[in-house]
T-cell receptor
Framework: DTGVSQNPRHKITKRGQNVTFRCDPI?????LYWYRQTLGQGPEFLTY????????KSRLLSDRFSAERPKGSFSTLEIQRTEQGDSAMYLC??????????FGEGSWLTVV | KQEVTQIPAALSVPEGENLVLNCSFT??????LQWFRQDPGKGLTSLLL?????REQTSGRLNASLDKSSGRSTLYIAASQPGDSATYLC??????????FGTGTRLTVIP
């Protein structure tokens, strides 16, 4: 158990619809990351939070993507007007002990 | 930009064999390096973390080494088992914020 829960685990949506993923880490994990992974590739960094502050965003995070972490606890990643190219696994991760990064089980998105 | 390469992309070995997975990175100014295991359709499980000042870390049948100056790391798996079959990813952390991942080595251990 990595202490990072993600929901939903799988989401199938029609192109143009909005989707939201949620990440629930153990409360003492101050730093939270979002990554995207496509088949056969390693995860790619999207954004990260230190408590409730979003401190860095990748250029992969287009204006259709928005992430929040109200109160520095759970986080949400919303994708608006989904496109087929958004199909991927979205991974949430947290930093523990200042060094090791732990990932959740991921949320699979399929855009049809 | 940091680039991470893993060789081979896929590896198939008979059960009981020892094996080595390779990871190389282009920028030696790293904070640490982490090896992960990923089962199909699942998230990443952390295996070992090596700080930039360390040379190796061991956990059970796994041993990871780091040569920062040459930009290389290896993951050694002793006495492989079918349950070791998975994709192994290495990732380098370049500062406070980001992990750069390789594309992984897909390992199959044949019973």
């Amino acid at each position: 158990d990595t202490g990072v829960s993600q929901n939903p685990r799988h989401k199938i949506t029609k192109r143009g619809q909005n989707v939201t993923f949620r990440c629930d880490p153990i409360s003492e994990h101050n730093r939270l990351y979002w990554y995207r992974q496509t088949l056969g590739q390693g995860p790619e960094f999207l954004t990260y939070f230190q408590n409730e502050a979003q401190l860095e965003k990748s250029r992969l995070l287009s204006d259709r993507f928005s992430a929040e972490r109200p109160k520095g606890s759970f986080s949400t990643l919303e994708i608006q007007r989904t496109e087929q190219g958004d199909s991927a696994m979205y991974l949430c991760a947290t930093l523990r002990d200042g060094n090791t990064i732990y990932f959740g089980e991921g949320s699979w998105l399929t855009v049809v | 930009k940091q680039e991470v390469t893993q060789i081979p992309a896929a590896l198939s070995v008979p059960e009981g064999e020892n094996l080595v997975l390779n990871c190389s990175f282009t920028d030696s100014a790293i904070y640490n390096l982490q090896w992960f295991r990923q089962d199909p359709g699942k998230g990443l499980t952390s295996l070992l973390l090596i700080q930039s000042s360390q040379r190796e870390q061991t956990s059970g049948r796994l041993n990871a080494s780091l040569d920062k100056s040459s930009g290389r790391s290896t993951l050694y798996i002793a006495a492989s088992q079918p349950g070791d079959s998975a994709t192994y990813l290495c990732a380098v952390r370049t500062g406070a914020n980001n992990l750069f991942f390789g594309t992984g080595t897909r390992l199959t251990v044949i019973p």
